[in-house]
């Protein structure tokens, strides 16, 4: 516990003898840290999105424009004995045109040009949770798509699949852009802490001389590079929660919609806290690697 | 144990010495022991060669001799800063050469050094620059204040001990780094050069203090080429020329 004192004490000295130093330290993490917190905020609401989307998954079944009441009764009746539905609405050609025009209302001068209605009734089928996950919806999906009446089924998972491979794809770009950004940061910190230790050669000679263990030589290095990577972290967040809210003021009401009406969510405690952790453990290896040749 | 010691302004004080190694791997009588002795450095240039020297507890030595003569070649080696080439150092029972990283720790902590340029941290108040001593072996804070008082006072600067280094004298300096030396109560005290700074009246007054320190039972090993000084406190000296002994008196 003495030494851990020590070190943070001397730590915290040393920043505030070198104060430009630490700044260019802590900026460099501070950039490392608001890139990964900015694509964590970014895959953390589109995650909230697709788990909403994929705990409300539901199947369109398209009935042909010649599709009689008989055979439209049949599929309804289908879809209730299969025990993995838990809403069925049925969308009439009238009500499909309607709702196109509305929601796109650019685009509603181009359904008035067609000859008729193009598009077909529909039913739309929420499946229970359950049926989602233990494939019984894809089996009853693959049933429906054969009775007669029915032109064509839509099934949003795989869809869905996409999305959230899209989402992984923009989470691993965001942490490898991190990832090299936070290798920087560390050479960054590790030069400023060789800057300081030359500022303090004749100190760690004399700590060494006397016999002091390497924790105490070199545990103010480490110190320093942790205390500079968690105010680098503090600063980072601070800009990803600006970001937040100058995104929720300036795109609130698009995003709302795009996000199925969720509001844009900041991240969790616990991802605060890993990306305050993350930024200590780059500066503290900055000042590991710094000091690996002492003592 | 205790020593009854003068301080140079001759006000009289007991300085308790705890000793805090055991004295199981000390050997009886001799503290340095040095056997062929040799340093090569790159392109074969020797700094000590076949040198063979003893120091018994409690002595006072000199080792002196012109520039390059391997004077400081040898105080390096008996830090632990340089390996010997050949031949093996024996200091307080610990063979030099064989030393690993957590040993050199152990060994240095018996060991009180003081040098030419004081070493002193510019940016720590006279007390700090003492008490750190104790501080990074993780000696707790209380004994940390009372040893580094003891010793401040033993060297007569007591009253200094808010002052930055910058803000005392050369000889002062010297006097607090040997302070600083004698935190641990080591019972080797090396000095390279300790006077090569001051006037000679002040140099005088550090090898008196020195003399004190060696009076309490301390093996004191300095390193001077001042030959007047070796004359006028009259101890043992070993006199090294290109790395050999030429001279012991």
């Not at chain 2, 007054?205 to 004190?212: A, Q």
């Amino acid at each position: 516990m003495r030494a851990l004192d020590y070190a943070l004490r001397h730590g915290w000295s040393a920043m505030r003898r070198s104060k430009v130093s630490t700044l260019c330290a802590v900026l460099a993490i501070a950039l490392a840290t608001s890139v990964l917190g900015l694509v964590l905020l970014v895959t953390f609401n589109a995650d909230q999105v697709l788990i909403r989307w994929r705990t409300s998954a539901e199947f369109s079944v398209y009935l042909r424009d010649d599709a009689t009441s008989e055979q439209r009764g049949v599929v309804e009746s289908v879809l209730d004995q299969s025990g993995a539905v838990g809403n069925v609405e049925f969308v009439s050609k009238d009500q499909a045109l309607v709702r196109f025009r509305r929601e796109f209302a650019d685009l509603a001068s181009l359904a008035s040009e067609l000859d008729g209605n193009p598009f077909p009734a529909s039913l739309e089928v929420r499946l229970l949770q359950v049926a989602d996950t233990d494939g019984s919806g894809e089996v009853l999906l693959r049933r429906i798509a054969t009775l007669p009446g029915v032109a064509d089924v839509r099934y949003d998972r795989a869809w869905l699949a996409r999305v959230g491979q899209a989402i992984e794809t923009v989470r691993r770009l965001g942490f490898g852009l991190a990832l090299l950004l936070a290798a920087a940061a560390a050479v960054t910190v590790a030069s400023v802490v060789r800057l300081g230790m030359h500022a303090r050669r004749e100190e760690i000679e004399i700590m060494e001389l006397v016999g002091a263990s390497a924790g105490y030589v070199r545990g103010p290095f480490v110190a320093e590079g942790l205390l500079q990577g968690g105010l680098g972290a503090l600063v980072a967040l601070g800009a990803v929660l600006l970001a937040h809210r100058i995104g929720a003021v300036i795109w609130g009401s698009e995003v709302s919609a795009l996000f199925d009406g969720l509001p844009l969510r900041f991240l969790p405690v616990s991802l605060c806290a890993a990306l305050v952790l993350g930024g200590m453990a780059v500066g503290g290896l900055g000042g590991f690697i710094a000091s690996r040749r002492i003592a | 144990m205790a020593y009854r010691l003068w301080t140079t302004d001759s006000s009289c004080v007991t300085l308790a010495l705890e000793r805090t190694r055991a004295p199981a791997r000390r050997s009886s009588f001799i503290v340095i022991e040095a056997k062929n002795l040799s340093k090569q450095y790159d392109r074969g240039v020797y700094a000590l060669r076949d040198l063979s020297l003893s120091v018994g507890k409690g002595e006072f030595v000199f080792l002196t001799g012109p520039s390059g003569a391997g004077k400081s070649t040898f105080l390096r080696l008996l830090l632990v800063k340089e390996r010997a080439s050949e031949g093996q150092v024996l200091v307080n029972g610990h063979n030099l050469s064989e030393l690993r990283r957590s040993e050199v720790q152990e060994y240095r902590r018996g060991v009180g050094f003081v040098f030419q340029d004081f070493k002193l941290i510019p940016t720590r108040t006279i007390f700090e620059n003492v008490a750190f001593v104790s501080e990074v072996l993780g000696v707790a804070p209380t004994q940390q204040r009372r040893r580094a008082a003891q010793v401040l006072k033993w060297v007569g600067l007591q009253h200094r001990m808010n002052a930055y280094p910058r803000e005392l004298s050369g000889g002062e300096q010297q006097r607090i780094a040997i302070a600083r030396a004698l935190m641990n109560d080591p019972p080797l005290v090396i000095a390279d050069e300790p006077t090569g700074n001051l006037d000679p009246d002040l140099s005088l007054e550090i090898m008196n203090l020195l003399r004190e320190v060696n009076a309490g039972g301390t093996t004191v090993l300095v390193a001077t080429h001042d030959r007047e000084l070796i004359r006028l406190v009259g101890r043992r000296s070993v006199t090294l020329d290109h790395g050999r002994i030429v001279e012991m008196s």
